[in-house]
């Protein structure tokens, strides 16, 4: 079935709006994906990626529910055009805020981490892409 402000095209996706749904849904993969790796291996994310302070694999799991419910959302608007304004909001929102966090935190991770530099810039990357993707996917003037 189709929503009703979807385009009425076979594919149900207009030609120019296929790189937006292409990037909605790689970003929405890497949020799912770090969340999948937080519940199946949730020791080993924080040795290569968290670790700043004592493992907490509660927490773990918290963390790894708000990025599956960021994933999710943005899988759905690649779908649905009337969420993504609002998914692609909120994904930049939490990501250029948990990069400046790491950029903050640049050298509070424990030894052999790679939660320093390299988190900080690729969180940005992320912030980079998820912010070009906002752009492209705000309303504009009729």
């Known amino acids: ?12 996706v207009k030609r120019d709006d296929r790189l937006i749904v292409a990037a909605t849904v790689a970003i929405g993969v890497v949020h799912l994906v770090t969340a999948i790796w937080m519940v199946v291996a949730p020791r080993s994310f924080f040795d290569t990626l968290a670790t700043f302070g004592v493992y907490n ?3 773990q799991y918290d963390l790894a ?16 055009t009337s969420l993504r304004v609002g998914a692609v909001a909120t994904a930049f929102a939490v990501t250029t805020f948990h990069a400046v966090n790491h950029w903050f935190d640049i050298n509070a991770a424990n030894d052999g981490s790679h939660a320093d530099l390299f988190g900080a810039a690729s969180l940005t990357g992320l ?11 705000r309303p504009t003037a009729a």
């Not at 912030?127 to 996917?137: D, K, N, Q, S, Y």
């Open 65 to 80: 529910a708000f990025e599956a419910g960021i994933g999710l959302a943005l899988l759905a608007a690649a779908k649905w």
């Open 57 to 59: 694999e509660h927490f």
């Open 127 to 137: 912030a980079i892409a998820t912010g070009w993707l906002l752009l492209a996917v």
């Open 1 to 12: 079935m189709q929503m009703p402000d979807e385009p009425n095209t076979p594919t149900g």
